[in-house]
């Protein structure tokens, strides 16, 4: 019953920003926890970043904290992740995801929806 709508992606240079946007359709309270997740090419699904339903807790994975900001608009029932600094390692197709719950957490079996995922591509 919930339907996120990614958007945002693209083919950018190395040091340049993207801001992917995530819209969430459906019967969700929005009271979960919402995340972003990325798929390489032959590598496993990666954990990004999640932020709590407030929208004030917040968790970054290593290779991407100083960089990524994820944050919420409740009203528009939107998520969002800003990326600076882009590197070629962040090429992959990122994929927001609702929560099971209103905890953050970095495991995938931990989020109930996701979205259609969107290419990010960062040429060197």
């Known amino acids: 019953q919930v339907q996120l709508v990614e958007s945002g992606g693209g083919l950018v240079q190395a040091g340049d920003s993207l801001r992917l946007t995530c819209a969430a359709s459906?019967?969700?309270?929005?009271?979960?926890?919402m995340g972003w997740f990325r798929q390489a090419p032959g590598r496993e699904r990666e954990f990004v970043a999640a932020l709590s339903s407030s929208g004030v807790a917040t968790h970054y994975t290593n290779s991407v904290k100083g960089r990524f900001t994820i944050s919420r608009d409740n009203a528009k029932n939107t998520v969002y992740l800003q990326m600076n600094s882009l590197k070629p390692e962040d090429t992959a197709v990122y994929y927001c995801?609702?929560?099971?719950?209103?905890?953050?957490?970095?495991?995938?079996?931990?989020?109930?929806?996701w979205g259609q995922g969107t290419q990010v591509t960062v040429s060197s």
């Open positions: 995801a609702v929560g099971r719950t209103y905890y953050i957490s970095t495991l995938s079996t931990m989020y109930a929806y």
């Open positions: 459906g019967r969700t309270s929005g009271d979960n926890a």
